[in-house]
């Protein structure tokens, strides 16, 4: 008997505790990878530290896959990685750090809270039916966040925005298509050994793009500060927490993975405050409490599945 009760408590923790706790481990994980980023971009070209910081992870994933001697993807399984290498790190990943150039950081977190809404929307139009709870709790978290950060809403309407405001959309909507291409396609071969790939593969077709262009520098005039970043990048951003991703996505909807976008600006500006004595004002608690509050709805939703 106790041993079924442990089994049972047990097998609740795997299905509810571990896909939770990876996901506030993405929350907090990629919300600290907005400094970084925000950092290194100031002193080298963002499009050439995204394929940097890709070709470095991939290495270590592939590298680790290969010791372990995983068997590679065959046949149309690499139709799949080259999609997904294409919309996830080329298109999402490379827009998104090139767009932090051209807008503001706060623009930037309304802009990136839009991409759950899109996960609704494109699995609306694929016949899937989301919880309402859910839907009600994102809509609240991305009200959270237009509140956090008010001041910037009118950024929208500035010129010298509009190509970064471009850039980032396309880069949320790429997103939502790649992650719910993996879920779709996670199951036909190893998703880690997949990421890894699909980092490789859009390192050099990145460098394929900028070295034409003339947009990269060279490695030796890359400051140290600029490398520190990447480092942080590689090991925080691109391995430990991508691995915690795709966790969550193998045991969570979706539009309920996707929530990490409402936290992220919250750990960031926490973080801010921290490190470098930025200000917390009244919107961005007012704010914080009712995002925190729309994922608590999503969060409700959760456990209301799973009874």
């Not at 929350?27 to 080298?44: D, I």
């Not at 899109?118 to 994102?138: D, M, Q, R």
């Not at 990421?195 to 990269?216: A, H, K, R, V, W």
Request: proline share 4%; hydrophobic share 55%.
């Amino acid at each position: 008997m106790k041993a079924k009760i442990q089994n049972a408590v047990s097998g609740k923790v795997d299905a509810i505790g571990l896909p939770i706790l990876a996901l506030c481990w993405v929350s907090f994980g990629w919300g600290t990878t907005w400094l970084a980023s925000k950092e290194g971009v100031k002193h080298m070209p963002a499009l050439q530290m995204a394929m940097i910081r890709q070709f470095l992870a991939g290495l270590i994933y592939v590298g680790y896959f290969i010791l372990k001697k995983e068997p590679w993807p065959k046949g149309k399984q690499w139709g799949t990685i080259l999609i997904l290498a294409f919309l996830n790190f080329v298109c999402s990943n490379g827009l998104s750090t090139w767009g932090v150039k051209y807008i503001s950081s706060g623009l930037g977190a309304i802009i990136s809270a839009i991409f759950p809404i899109w996960i609704i929307i494109i699995n609306f139009f694929n016949g899937e039916k989301v919880a309402k709870l859910a839907i009600t709790g994102i809509l609240i978290s991305f009200g959270g966040i237009c509140i956090i950060f008010i001041d910037h809403l009118t950024d929208f309407f500035k010129p010298d925005f509009q190509f970064g405001i471009l850039l980032t959309v396309i880069s949320t909507i790429t997103w939502a298509f790649g992650i719910l291409f993996i879920k779709k396609k996670a199951a036909s071969f190893n998703p880690y050994f997949s990421l890894g790939l699909q980092m490789l593969i859009s390192s050099f077709i990145l460098y394929g793009i900028t070295e034409p262009l003339e947009m990269n520098i060279s490695l030796a005039e890359i400051p140290t500060t600029s490398w520190w970043a990447i480092g942080y990048l590689v090991i925080i951003g691109s391995v430990l927490t991508f691995i915690a991703f795709i966790y969550t996505l193998q045991h969570l909807p979706t539009e309920i993975s996707s929530i990490y976008v409402y936290i992220n600006p919250i750990v960031a500006m926490v973080l801010g405050f921290f490190i470098f004595g930025e200000m917390l004002t009244q919107a961005i608690i007012i704010g914080s409490v009712v995002t925190l509050s729309g994922i608590y709805l999503v969060n409700k939703s959760i456990r209301k599945n799973k009874a």
